[in-house]
C-alpha cells in the first residue's frame, strides 16, 4: 500500500516537472512534436531507474559508511554521467534496436536535472532500497506523463491564434503553468 | 578535506576505468571511413543533409545511401575528399540550388480569413490554406525560418525570394514546404522537367510545345536583364533564334491578354532576347552537366536533332550527329527561305551548340553511308533517329515528271544549297495551301519570276498556312487559285511543262478534319499557262533505312510512314532507338519538333541511367489546366502591341534581305510590359501597375 501512495505521490502529486519544475530544458526542447517527447520519455524511463538505484547504492554504502555525505552532489554528477556513457555502450553493443529508438536522447539525459533531482529527493527522504526504486521509476513515469501532454497541448496551440510578442517559448511557458495549475488539483490527495 | 580531494580522485579513477573497460568490452567495430569520412564534413551537425548530424551522414555515405556531396555546407573540396575516401568519381555531382516557381503572393486572392498562428504547416493543415491557388505559396515563411544560410527571404511581394549565391542546396525548404513548391534541384533536373498538372504554369507555358518559360523570360526582359531571359529561354529551346523568326507561337493564342486585347508579342520578345545575344558579338556561356562516358548517335541534323543532341549534351551525355545533307540544320535550313531565317543565323546558332562539344559529321546519309549496326559497333548507346519528312507527296496527275515540275521541299532545298534554277521571267504555279507553298511562291518572286500563282482546291479559310504568310504573299502580289483541283499538266513537244490544266471545285459536306469537302464542278476543266509548276502538298518521312539491318525488321512504322511511338516518351519499339520532330509526328512546327528533341533526350537520359523509361505522373502533355482558363480578364486597359518593321513589298521582292524585323529596346520594353506575369490562377492587371506608376 505504502508503495502504492509513494507512486501516486510521484507521479502526480509531486510530479518532477509540473510541482518540482526541474528538467525544465527538455520539458521546452523536447516538447514541440509527439514523436521527440515519447523518446524522450521512455529514455528518461530507462535513465532515472538506473541513476536512482546506482545512486542510491553509492550512497548507502560508500558516502555514509565514509561520512562524506557532503560529496553527495559532486559524486552523483559523476556517476549518473559516467552511467549513462556506460548505458549508451552497452546497449550500442547488446542491444542495437533499443539504442536506435533512444539514439540521440541517451546522451541528452547526462545534463537532466530531473535525474539529479530525483536521485537526491531518494536520498534526503531516507527511503530503503525497493522505496527508491519504485520512487525513481513513478518519478520518471511523472516525467514522461507530463511531457507527453504537453506535447499534445503545444501541437494544438500550433494551430491557435497567439499574439506575435508570445509565440513559441512564451505560450509554451504559460501553458506550462496552466498545466501545472492544474496538477495542483492532486495536492492532499495522499 | 584531504579525505574528501582524495575520494573524489578514487571515485573519478574508478568511473575511468570501468568506462574504459567498457569500451573494450562493448566494442562495436564500425567503418574506418566513417570517421574519415566525418572529418571532412562541416561538424556543424546543422541537419542540411536530412541527416541527425554529421557522423549519421558519414555513415549514410558509406552505406551508400548517400552521395559524396552529402554535405551542402563544407563545398566541392569537401566533396572531393570524401569521394578519394569512398574510391568515387567526385565529378558525378551537380550543385542543386533551391528555386521557387509561385510568385503568387499578394496577387493571389483568399478563401477566407485567418489570423492564426504564422506558419505555412498551421495554414495548410486547414483546407490546404487560405490561397485560392491549389498550388501557390502560402506565404507564411516557413521555408525562410528553417533555411540554415539565410538564403530565403520573404520578398515584398509576400512570396519567398532565394539569393542563389548562399543557397547551398541543403534542401531544408523543399522539406519543410506543406505545399512542395520549392524544389531543390539540379541543371539537369531542370533540364529534365516538364509541363505537370500540379505546376505553376501560365496558359502560355502550357500550350508551348517547347514548354518555355514565357512569363519568366518576359519578366527578365522587363527588368532589363536580357542575358537572364537567354538564359531561361535556353533552358528549353537551344534555337531560340530561329523560332523566334519562324515560330507561329501557339502560346500566343492562349495569351489571357487576348482575352480583352490583343495578345503579348511573346515570339517577337523572344526573337529580341536571342538577337540581343547574337548582335551583343558574344556567346553566353551554357553550362554543361559533369560528363556520364556514355555516348549517343544523333541521326538528323534538324531542330529535332540538334535538340535532342544539345540536351544530351547538357545532361552530360557525349552526342554525335549524323547529316546527310552537307550542312547542318535540316528544315531550318533547306526548308526555310533566307528572306525568312538567313542562313548566317542559322550558322551562328548552330556553332554555339556545337560548341558545347558536340561532334557533326556530314554528307553521312542513314542506311546507306552508314548502318544501324555501325552505330552499335562503334560504342553509341543509344541512338536517336529524327530525320524528318522530307519526302514530298505526289499529286497522282498526267505528266507531273515533266521538264520544269519540281517538288516543293525539293525546290526548296536545292534553292537553299546554293543551286541555279532558271526562274527568271517565268510564269510558275504552285499546287498547295501550306507553309511549304508560301514558303515557295514567295522564293519565286524574290528569284524574279513574273507572274506567280498559288492552286489551292479550297478556300483561303481553309489554308493551312499562317496567316501572317498568306498576308505577305498577298502583299506580295501572288496571285490565288481557290477551289481548283490540278486535273493534268500538257507539255510541248520536248516534254516541257506549258500548261496546268485544273477543275474548278464547290464545297460540299465536312470531312472528317472538319473541313468541307471540295468537291469537282464537271466540265469546268480550265488552263493555266506555266513555265515552272511546283507542288507543295504535304510531305512524309523517308523510313528507306529501315531495310538497311535486319536489327530494324521489327521496327514499327504508322501508316503516315512515321515511327509509332508513345508522342511522350518517343521511344520506338527498339529500346536503345528514340525519335522525335517530324519522323515521329509528320510534317509540324520547328517549335514541335525542339520540344519533342528535350522529351526524347529525357527519355535517352533515363534509358543511360537505368532507369525505366516512362512519362512524368499527372503529365500535361498536349492539355491545359481547365482552371487556369479564362473567359474573361478584369482590370486590362487596351495597349497596342508593339508591330515589327518589315521592309516594303516591293523592297523585298527584289532580294532575299529578311523581311522582319528585331524590336527595337524600346519597342520590346514597351512589349514586354504589356505581359499580365499570369500563373496558374494569378495575374498583374494593368490597373495594379497603374497604380503603382503613380505611387
Known sequence: MDYIVLAISAILVNNILLAQYLGNCPFLGTSKKMETAVGMAFAVVFVLVMAGLITWIVNAFVLVPLKLEYLRTIGFILVIASLVQFVEMFLKKSIPALYAGLGIFLPLITTNCAVMGVCLINVNEEYTFIQALVSSFAYAVGFGLALILFAGVREKVLLARVPRPLQDTSIALVTAGIISLAFYAFKGMV | ??????????????????????????????????????????????????????????????????????????????????????????????????????????????????????????????????????????????????????????????????????????????????????????????????????????????????????????????????????????????????????????????????????????????????????????????????????????????????????????????????????????????????????????????????????????????????????????????????????????????????????????????????????????????????????????????????????????????????????????????????????????????????????????????????RRRPVPIEGSETQLPVDILITAIGQQPDMGFKDSSDKLADLQITRWNTFDTDPETLQTNIPYLFTAGDAATGPSLVVEAIGGGRRAARSIHQYLMGEEVKAPEKSLFKRHIEESLFTEVPGVVKKKRSTMTELSPEERIKNFEEVDQTLTEEEALAEANRCLSCCRLCYTPDLDKLEKDVA
Open chain 2, 1 to 514: 578535506m584531504i579525505e574528501a580531494l582524495f575520494f573524489m580522485l578514487l571515485l573519478g579513477a574508478v568511473c575511468g576505468l570501468v568506462l574504459s573497460f567498457a569500451s573494450k568490452i562493448f566494442y562495436v567495430w564500425e567503418d574506418p571511413r566513417i570517421a574519415e569520412i566525418e572529418n571532412f564534413l562541416a561538424g556543424a551537425n546543422c541537419g542540411g543533409c536530412g541527416f541527425t548530424g554529421c557522423g549519421a551522414a558519414a555513415e549514410a555515405v558509406v552505406k551508400g545511401k548517400a552521395l559524396p556531396n552529402v554535405c551542402a555546407v563544407a563545398g566541392p573540396e569537401a566533396t572531393t575528399s570524401v569521394a578519394a575516401v569512398m574510391g568515387m568519381d567526385p565529378g558525378s555531382s551537380e550543385p542543386k540550388i533551391s528555386r521557387n516557381p509561385c510568385e503568387g503572393g499578394d496577387r493571389a486572392e483568399d478563401k477566407f480569413y485567418y489570423n492564426g498562428v504564422n506558419s505555412c504547416q498551421a495554414v495548410a493543415a486547414m483546407f490546404g490554406g487560405k490561397r485560392t491557388c491549389d498550388v501557390g505559396c502560402l506565404g507564411y515563411g516557413d521555408c525562410v525560418s528553417i533555411c540554415q544560410f539565410n538564403s530565403i527571404r520573404m520578398g515584398e511581394h509576400g512570396y519567398p525570394e532565394i539569393d542563389e549565391f548562399s543557397c547551398v542546396g541543403c534542401g531544408a525548404c523543399e522539406r519543410i514546404c506543406p505545399k512542395g513548391i520549392l524544389s531543390v534541384q539540379s541543371m539537369s533536373e531542370r533540364l529534365l522537367e516538364t509541363n505537370v498538372e500540379d505546376a505553376a504554369l501560365a496558359p502560355c507555358q502550357q500550350t508551348c510545345p517547347a514548354e518555355i518559360d514565357i512569363p519568366g523570360y518576359i519578366g527578365s526582359i522587363r527588368e532589363g536583364n536580357y542575358e537572364a531571359a537567354v538564359h531561361i529561354i535556353r533552358e528549353r529551346n537551344p534555337l531560340l533564334l530561329a523560332c523566334g523568326r519562324v515560330c507561329p507561337h501557339p502560346c500566343e493564342d492562349y495569351c489571357r491578354r487576348s482575352i480583352e486585347d490583343e495578345a503579348v508579342s511573346i515570339n517577337q520578345l523572344k526573337r529580341f532576347a536571342a538577337d540581343y545575344e547574337m548582335n551583343s558579338g558574344k556567346r553566353l556561356p551554357i553550362s554543361v552537366a559533369p560528363s556520364t562516358g556514355k555516348k549517343v548517335a544523333v541521326v538528323g541534323g534538324g531542330p529535332a536533332g540538334i535538340s535532342c543532341a544539345y540536351f544530351l549534351r547538357r545532361l552530360g551525355h557525349d552526342a554525335v550527329i549524323f547529316e546527310a545533307m552537307p550542312k547542318l540544320g535540316g528544315m531550318l535550313r533547306y526548308g526555310i527561305p533566307e528572306y525568312r531565317l538567313p542562313k548566317k543565323t542559322v550558322d551562328w546558332e548552330i556553332q554555339g551548340i556545337l560548341d558545347l562539344g558536340i561532334e557533326a559529321r556530314t554528307n553521312v546519309q542513314f542506311g546507306k553511308d552508314f548502318t544501324i549496326n555501325d552505330l552499335l559497333t562503334e560504342g553509341f548507346d543509344a541512338i536517336f533517329v529524327g530525320q524528318g519528312a522530307w519526302v514530298d507527296y505526289n499529286l497522282k496527275i498526267d505528266g507531273e515528271e515533266s521538264k520544269g515540275c519540281f517538288k516543293g521541299i525539293d525546290f526548296l532545298s536545292r534553292l537553299s544549297g546554293g543551286e541555279e534554277i532558271p526562274i527568271e521571267g517565268k510564269k510558275a504555279a504552285v499546287v498547295g495551301g501550306g507553309n511549304s507553298a508560301i514558303d515557295c511562291v514567295r522564293n519565286l518572286l524574290r528569284c524574279g519570276a513574273e507572274e506567280v500563282s498559288i492552286v489551292y482546291r479550297r478556300t483561303r479559310k481553309e489554308m493551312p498556312a499562317n496567316e501572317v504568310e498568306i498576308e505577305a504573299a498577298e502583299h506580295e502580289g501572288v496571285k490565288f487559285l481557290f477551289l481548283a483541283a490540278p486535273n493534268k499538266v500538257i507539255t510541248d513537244d520536248d516534254g516541257n511543262v506549258t500548261h496546268l490544266e485544273y477543275l474548278q471545285m464547290e464545297l460540299g459536306e465536312p470531312d472528317a478534319s472538319g
